[in-house]
Nanobody, 122 residues
Framework: QVQLVESGGGLVQIGASLRLSCEAS????????MTWFRQAPGKEREFVAT????????DYSDSVKGRFTLSRDIAKPTLYLQMDDLKPEDTAVYYC???????????????WGQGTQVTVSP
């Protein structure tokens, strides 16, 4: 019931910044959360960050904490992921997801976006 469209990926050098966007449409609800996952070639998809839309609570994976920051535009609504000091290990397809609660788990996802590629040159 929620449609998600990601944008903002690209090819950058080590230490550069990118801002990813995830625009949502359809029924979202007060208790919905929006989450970023990523998947590198040959690796499992992993949790990046999540936000509770009721109170703005955020949670970040250890690998990105201190470098990535979530923000939101309630009116659109859109979730942003500001990525600073990018490293080669950040290279992956980044997926936006919507769920009923903030979660690090894929089983809590209700809807997925199609993903946007982020490539950081070594």
């Amino acid at each position: 019931q929620v449609q998600l469209v990601e944008s903002g990926g690209g090819l950058v050098q080590i230490g550069a910044s990118l801002r990813l966007s995830c625009e949502a449409s359809g029924r979202i609800g007060r208790s919905y959360a929006m989450t970023w996952f990523r998947q590198a070639p040959g690796k499992e998809r992993e949790f990046v960050a999540t936000m509770d839309w009721q109170n703005g609570f955020t949670d970040y994976s250890d690998s990105v904490k201190g470098r990535f920051t979530l923000s939101r535009d309630i009116a659109k609504p859109t979730l942003y992921l500001q990525m600073d000091d990018l490293k080669p290990e950040d290279t992956a397809v980044y997926y936006c997801a919507a769920g009923g609660v903030p979660s690090r788990l894929e089983i809590d996802v209700r809807s997925w976006g199609q993903g946007t590629q982020v490539t950081v040159s070594p």
